[in-house]
């Protein structure tokens, strides 16, 4: 008794000095109690945080959970000068990593870091994507225009690289706070599109981005499959924001009928309302911004 009380002693006091949150008390019926975060609030990560929507999702994540922890990830982050801004407001809560999909060395560097600082995840937003690069990547519009280049390199930014993060990040999911409310699984979301559904596809064309988006889905939902079976108390999700203004879709805005093009701001509030209220039964599904599932 006396070693487990002078034990917790010099726990609390390297807490303390190593200025760590307090420690968070299981519920007591939870399932996974044992795995549930000690970081009040929760830790999540937004992996493609410099702008567009992974930005968005940052502030949201900062600004709605005063307790909540961020890990953001990009690229280049000396560059982001939108996560910089939020560094500047909000600098003991976001941790900014670099992290580039295309290269699995940086995915892995970033799970050790998170490790070492956090111990665990609670909440991981994949939003990396790509639709066109100027001069590299242009939406395919008939198959004469099709090209491995292009195809490779979708692939491996939409599909590849988002499920080699969850693959690292995997031993450090656990179940806890990721936007504020105690729960019993952590949560990956993966940013999908609803081009990316077979079943809704009646207009063709964007072939490499499509079909980048249908193999992040059935990677996903072949994830969250596993994920059940092993009874790990993870959610798998997949969403569709909306048709959102950001750099990705400023080239394909001229068709977009009036009202149909949502701020990141809109997209990201619809997108957490999802991850927030997120049961088991939502596991390997795929959301619209609306909360409607869409077809594969
Ligand atoms: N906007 C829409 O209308 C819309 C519609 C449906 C689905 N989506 C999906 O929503 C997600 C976010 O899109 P968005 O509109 O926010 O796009 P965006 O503004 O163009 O941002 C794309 C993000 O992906 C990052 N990225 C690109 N290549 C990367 C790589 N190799 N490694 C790590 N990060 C990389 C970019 O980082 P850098 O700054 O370093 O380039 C940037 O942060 C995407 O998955 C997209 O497919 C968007």
Redesign the pocket.
């Known amino acids: 008794m006396q070693f487990f009380s002078r034990s917790r002693k010099i726990s609390e006091m390297l807490r303390v000095s190593m200025r760590l949150p307090p420690l968070v008390k299981s519920a007591p019926n939870a399932r996974f109690s044992s795995t549930i975060s000690r970081w009040e609030g929760g830790v999540s990560m937004v992996?493609?945080?410099?702008?567009?929507?992974?930005?968005?999702f940052v502030r949201q994540l900062l600004e709605k959970n005063n307790r909540g922890h961020v890990v953001a990830?990009?690229?280049?982050p000396g560059?982001?000068t939108g996560l910089i801004d939020l560094k500047g407001k909000f600098e003991d809560r976001l941790n900014i990593l670099p992290?580039?999909?295309?290269?699995e060395s940086t995915i892995e560097a970033a799970a050790i870091s998170i490790k070492e600082k956090y111990s665990s995840l609670n909440l991981l937003i994949?939003?990396?994507?790509?639709?066109s690069i100027p001069k590299t990547l242009h939406p395919e519009t008939t198959l004469s225009k099709l090209e491995k280049s292009a195809l490779m390199l979708t692939y491996?930014?939409?599909a590849v690289?988002?499920v080699l993060v969850v693959k690292h990040m995997w031993p450090l999911l656990k179940a806890g706070g990721g936007s504020g409310t105690d729960r019993e699984f952590a949560v990956v979301a993966?940013?999908?599109?609803?081009?990316g559904s077979i079943g809704d596809n009646s207009l063709g064309g964007w072939h490499s981005?499509r079909s980048s988006?249908t193999a992040l889905n059935q990677l996903t939902k072949t994830i969250s499959v596993e994920l059940a079976r092993k009874k790990d108390p993870i959610l798998c999700i997949l969403l569709?924001?909306?048709?959102?203004?950001?750099?990705?879709?400023k080239p394909f805005q001229k068709s977009v009928p009036p009202g149909k093009?949502?701020t990141?701001e809109f997209?990201v509030q619809k997108l957490l309302s999802i991850i927030n209220n997120a049961k088991g039964s939502d596991n390997g599904k795929f959301y619209a911004w609306d909360g409607a599932e869409i077809p594969w």
């Open positions: 992996q493609g945080a410099s702008r567009g929507i992974g930005l968005e990830t990009c690229r280049n560059g982001a992290l580039d999909v295309t290269d994949n939003t990396s994507g790509v639709l491996e930014i939409n690289g988002p993966n940013l999908s599109a609803r081009v981005y988006k569709h924001p909306g048709t959102v203004d950001t750099d990705l879709s093009l949502f990141a997209s």
